[in-house]
């Protein structure tokens, strides 16, 4: 009897392409769409965004092309509750939150897996590019083959229960092949462009967005120097992140970074380039995949966010789900609120949310 598998389709061509290479493994395939967004108009007419009509229509055509069964679930209640409520209380609360990584955690591979196994598949599947791999009975999360494209940095809270029933085809593959699949099957998406960053706000303009559905009020405050001396009028500090120098609406006679935000004073902490690398972070909500527990200090290669480089650190585990990092050189704007993530040559061991910078 073949197995079933649900997967995530969302009109790309890296969630097509999935579809055809386990239909073509011999699993019995179902297609999904998950209806994320809020019903808003410039949602659904954002072309090629999240839940838009015209991922809906190219996902239904992708599936026909395929000849499996195709449906549209509703998602909406757990993805405002676990991630755009989440990503408005990160902000108001001067952190910058990766809202696709709670995503990952909480709405693909939970909810969506929650349902799969209820209507009796054995797997979920997702255009993810990343394998999972089992080795004397544990479940490894590892990089995906085409290194520009790896996201295992967005998928660190893999549980073992949950990689026990993930399928992640397009690991296998570089994303030119994924598109050269896709174009000599005949899928018209092969040509299509990679979605934007944040799915939910089609604009890209996270501070209207904040200011728009939070329902509450963006105060302007006061830049600072690390002195607390007062350099000028900021405008919210939803606007701002570590790193920032461009957009700051200030004018002080040289290049000048944002290095904190404190929410409590309404304040947003401008320095000098130099103040924004740093070594030592504490993270929180630490999930680990090869092990369950960090034992005495481990050295591994770690990312601060998606597009950085893998740097050389030193881990060790300082509390439940806590975990300290020493990096071997600065890392440029560790940010509290995006994760970091490790690895051991190819293999992710864990992430966590950066909770506070040393």
Known sequence: MKKKVVIGMSGGVDSSVAAYLLKEQGYDVIGIMMKLSPDDPEYAENEGGCCSLSAVLDARRVADKLDIPFYVMNFKAPFQNYVIDNFI?????????????????????????????AIGADYVATGHYATVE??????????????????TYALYNLTQEQLKHVLMPCGKYSKPEIREIAEKIGLEVFRKKDSQEICFIPDNNHGKFLEKKSGRKVKPG?????????????????????????????????????????????QVVLGNEEDIFKNTLIAKDVNLIPFDKVEGEIEVTAKVRYSARPAKA???????????????????????GQSVVFYKGNYVVGGGIIEEIL
């Open 134 to 151: 089992e080795i004397d009975g544990r479940y490894l999360l590892r990089k995906s083959e085409d290194d520009k494209k790896d996201q």
């Open 314 to 336: 030193k881990l060790t585990q300082v509390g439940e789900n806590k975990i300290k990092l020493v990096f071997e050189e600065n890392q440029r704007a560790i940010t509290k």
């Open 89 to 117: 209380d990160e902000y108001f609360n001067g952190r910058t939150p990766n809202p696709c990584i709670m995503c990952n955690k909480h709405i693909k591979f939970e909810e969506l897996l929650r349902k799969a196994i």
């Open 222 to 266: 006061n830049f600072v120097d690390k002195d607390g001396n007062v350099l000028g009028k900021h405008k919210g500090i939803v606007y701002y992140t570590i790193g920032q120098r461009k957009g700051l609406g200030i004018a002080l006679g040289k290049p000048m970074f944002v290095t904190d935000i404190i929410p409590d004073k309404n």
